[in-house]
C-alpha cells in the first residue's frame, strides 16, 4: 500500500505527496558483499530571511530612525520523511531568530523573537504522518492554511510563520470532494515582537474542533464550508464559493460567530470579489461587511481575518462594525510584479483609508518583497507610514 506524507493542507490542492521507499540497487563487487540498501526518504530544505520593518507610529516616530524600525534575521531548517517506519512519515522544522547585532544602531526591536532572547531558537513544526487508502492523519505542530482552516491559520507575513499543535484528518473518498477534520489544542500568536515559542492553549483542554468540507463537482466553481465546535466558548460557521466564469472569477462568503457567554453580541459577516486579468494587468474589487460585535472576525492564531478586503495592515479596523470595499491593481513589470491596493472603510464611529504599494520579485532562490503603507484614520490626527522590505532564500 503506497504510504503518504501529508506535507501541505491547502484546500485548493490537498492532494499529499509522497511514497515507498526505493533501495538502491546493491553494487556488487566480488569478492567484497554487497552493501546493505540505503533509505533515500529523507528530505531536506530550509530557507534564510532578512527581515525589516519601519512605521512611525501615527506621526509620533520619524521613518527609518532606530527608535522606530524592527529587524529580524532567521534561519529554518526542515527534514520530512514520507515512510520512516512501517509507513509512518515525520517532519520536523526548527527557526532561528536573531538580530546580527542590528538592534545595536539600526534598529531598536525585532519582529519575532524566542525564549525571550534576541537570538535563540525554537521547534515550529514537529509531526507525525500515516496514510490509509484515501484518509491521510497528520498529528503534531503543523502548519493549517487558510483556505482550511479560515478562523486558526498560519499567516505569512512576518519573518515565519505561526503553528499550532493539533490532530488532522484529511479524506478523499466522496468524488470531487475533500473532508477534513481537526482538533486544534495550541497555538503561538504572530504579533509582532511575539515569542513564537510561547504556546497556550485555543481553549484550555478543551481545544477547538474544526470540521470543513470542499466540494468541486460543478465545473469550475468550489464550495468550502467550515465550522468550529469551541466547547463553552464559541461556535463557528463560514462558507466560502468560487467560480470561474471565464473572463473573471467571483467570490462569495459569509458566516457567523456565536458566543456562549452572557452579554456578549454574536458577529455575522459576508463578502463578496470578482477578480480578471487583461495581458499581464491583473484587477480586482472586493467587498466586506461585518456587524457590531464583541469579537468580530479575526484568526486564532494571529491578527489577520479571512476576509477579502484583508490588507497589509487593516485588519484591526474591517473585522468588526464596518463596511470595507478594497480595490486592487498589479501588473508583471519591472523583473517581478508592482501592485496598488486602496481601502476605504467606513465604521460606525469613523472612516479609515489604507494605500499599499507592493513589489514582489524573485532572484534565482531568493524572493523579494518591498512595500510602503499608508494608513489614515480619522479618529487619529496624524496618519501612519510603513515601510517593510524582506528577502528570503530557499535552499
Same mark, same amino acid.
Given at each position: 500500500?503506497? =504510504? ?17 521507499? #526505493? ?5 556488487? /563487487? ?54 520512516? %517506519?512501517?509507513? %509512518? ?5 526548527? @527557526? ?26 525554537? %521547534? ?32 505569512? !507575513? @512576518?519573518?515565519? =510563520?505561526?503553528? &499550532?499543535? #493539533?490532530?488532522?484528518?484529511?479524506? +478523499? ?10 482538533? *486544534? ?52 460557521? !463560514?462558507?466560502?464559493?468560487?467560480? $470561474? ?11 457567523? /460567530?456565536?458566543?456562549?457567554? #452572557? ?18 494587468? @491583473? ?7 461585518? $456587524?457590531?460585535?464583541? /469579537? ?7 491578527? =489577520? ?6 490588507? %497589509?495592515? @487593516?485588519?484591526?479596523?474591517?473585522? =468588526? ?11 508583471? *513589470? ?26 514582489? +520579485?524573485?532572484?534565482?532562490? *531568493?524572493?523579494? &518583497?518591498?512595500?510602503? *503603507? ?22
Amino acid at each position: 500500500m503506497k =504510504k503518504t506524507l501529508l506535507l501541505s493542507v491547502v484546500a485548493s490542492t490537498l492532494i499529499f505527496a509522497g511514497g515507498d521507499i #526505493a533501495p538502491v540497487e546493491p553494487a556488487v /563487487v566480488t569478492p567484497a558483499p554487497a552493501p546493505a540498501p540505503v533509505a533515500t526518504g529523507w528530505k531536506f530544505s530550509g530557507q534564510g530571511v532578512l527581515y525589516y520593518q519601519t512605521q512611525d507610529v501615527w506621526g509620533t516616530k520619524d521613518l527609518l530612525d532606530q527608535d522606530a524600525s524592527r529587524a529580524n534575521a532567521g534561519l529554518q531548517l526542515r527534514a520530512t520523511n514520507s515512510d520512516l %517506519i512501517a509507513g %509512518i512519515g515525520f517532519g520536523a522544522e526548527l @527557526n532561528g531568530l536573531g538580530t546580527l547585532g542590528l538592534e545595536e544602531d539600526v534598529v531598536s526591536g525585532v519582529m519575532q523573537l524566542a525564549n525571550g532572547e534576541l537570538n535563540s531558537a525554537y %521547534i515550529s513544526q514537529l509531526y507525525l504522518t500515516y496514510g490509509i487508502d484515501n484518509t491521510n492523519i497528520k498529528i503534531g505542530r503543523q502548519e493549517l492554511p487558510l483556505a482550511l482552516s479560515p478562523f486558526a491559520f498560519s499567516e505569512d !507575513w @512576518n519573518v515565519f =510563520k505561526n503553528t &499550532f499543535n #493539533a490532530a488532522l484528518v484529511v479524506n +478523499t473518498d466522496l468524488p470531487n470532494t475533500t473532508l477534513v477534520g481537526a482538533w *486544534v489544542r495550541d497555538r503561538n500568536i504572530n504579533v509582532v515582537g511575539f515569542d513564537m515559542n510561547d504556546f497556550d492553549s485555543v481553549n484550555g483542554n478543551d481545544g477547538a474542533w474544526l470540521l470543513t468540507a470542499q466540494n468541486k463537482s460543478i465545473a469550475d466553481l468550489t464550495l468550502t464550508g467550515s465550522f468550529y465546535y469551541i466547547n463553552d466558548a464559541a461556535n463557528i460557521l !463560514w462558507g466560502d464559493a468560487q467560480y $470561474n466564469a471565464g473572463i473573471a472569477n467571483i467570490g462569495i462568503q459569509g458566516g457567523a /460567530v456565536w458566543l456562549d457567554a #452572557a452579554g456578549t453580541s454574536d458577529t455575522k459577516a459576508f463578502g463578496a470579489k470578482v477578480s480578471g486579468k487583461i495581458d499581464i494587468v @491583473n484587477a480586482s474589487l472586493a467587498y466586506s461587511h461585518v $456587524n457590531n460585535s464583541t /469579537v468580530g472576525v479575526s484568526n486564532l492564531g494571529g491578527i =489577520k481575518t479571512p476576509l477579502y478586503t484583508q490588507m %497589509i495592515l @487593516n485588519q484591526n479596523f474591517i473585522r =468588526k462594525d464596518n463596511d470595507t470595499v478594497v480595490g486592487n491593481i498589479n501588473a508583471d *513589470v519591472l523583473g517581478g510584479n508592482l501592485g496598488l491596493s486602496v481601502d476605504y472603510t467606513s465604521g460606525a464611529v469613523d472612516d479609515y483609508t489604507e494605500a499599499d504599494l507592493v513589489y514582489k +520579485t524573485k532572484v534565482g532562490p *531568493v524572493n523579494l &518583497f518591498a512595500a510602503y *503603507v499608508y494608513q489614515d484614520d480619522d479618529s487619529i490626527a496624524d496618519s501612519q507610514n510603513t515601510v517593510r522590505v524582506w528577502g528570503r532564500y530557499n535552499f
